[in-house]
């Protein structure tokens, strides 16, 4: 079955620590996104990727990081410099105008 | 800058019908419509082209007015399935086919 897979469902670290959520897609999609999502608000964009080894910063990307180094892989790393990384991170990928979302990664910081 | 959506929640009882607004500020290309359910991942409902013709989704359609810059989403004879938060994603010419920009989302509650 093809689809996006996020690991692991839910994150706990400790204030200060780097932390790096996965997302992997096997769509063959060009396209990869991450949001974040805060209860009860929308999507924000955090960074988007339109082909390997580029990417571009979206509207929060301040604090976090990523890599596109496969077509299929889109890692975002929560560094310590994101001072209220708690929320719901989704991963999406597109071919078109479409994007199809990944169930999700839940990541509390204390 | 991110779309506006109204209302911001609204809640039917079953079969009743509701319209969801979304308007922008800049020019659009696109006007994207999802729906996520509670601790779930988002899920495309239906996509509304600059010029192009209103879109129908079983009950679920939605018309572009490219003047006001603004999307409507109707839900007709509502059912319990359709509860849950419906987003709409903006897209721009000067980046359009790269990414959307989404509105706070509608929360919608269908009652027995």
């Known amino acids: 079955d093809g689809g996006i897979t996020q690991s692991p469902k839910y994150l706990f670290r400790k204030e200060g620590q780097n932390v790096t959520l996965s997302c992997e897609q096997n769509?063959?999609?060009?396209?990869m996104y991450w949001y974040r999502q805060d209860p009860g608000q929308g999507l924000r964009l955090i960074y988007y990727?339109?082909?390997?080894?580029?990417?571009q910063k979206g509207d929060i990307a301040e604090g976090y990081s990523v890599s596109r180094e496969k077509k299929e892989s889109f890692p975002l790393t929560v560094t310590s410099a994101q001072k209220n990384p708690t929320a719901f991170y989704l991963c999406?990928?597109?071919?078109?105008?479409?994007?199809?979302f990944g169930p999700g990664t839940r990541l509390t910081v204390t | 800058q991110q779309p506006v959506q109204s209302p911001q929640a609204v809640i039917l009882r079953e079969g009743e019908d509701a319209v969801i607004n979304c308007s922008s500020s800049?020019?659009?290309?696109?006007v994207h419509w999802y729906r996520q359910k509670h601790g779930e991942a988002p899920v495309f409902l239906m996509i509304?082209?600059?010029?192009?013709e209103q879109k129908g989704h079983d009950k679920i359609s939605a018309s572009f007015n490219e003047k006001k810059q603004q999307s409507s989403l109707y839900l007709t004879a509502s059912q319990l399935s359709y509860s849950g938060t419906y987003f709409c994603?903006?897209?721009?010419?000067?980046?359009?086919?790269?990414?959307?920009?989404f509105g706070e989302g509608t929360q919608l509650t269908v009652n027995p």
């Open positions: 769509l063959n999609h060009d396209a």
């Open positions: 990727s339109q082909i390997v080894n580029d990417f």
């Open positions: 800049k020019a659009l290309y696109s």
């Open positions: 994603g903006t897209e721009i010419p000067e980046t359009s086919g790269s990414r959307l920009t």
């Open positions: 509304l082209l600059k010029g192009g």
């Open positions: 999406a990928s597109s071919m078109g105008a479409e994007q199809y």
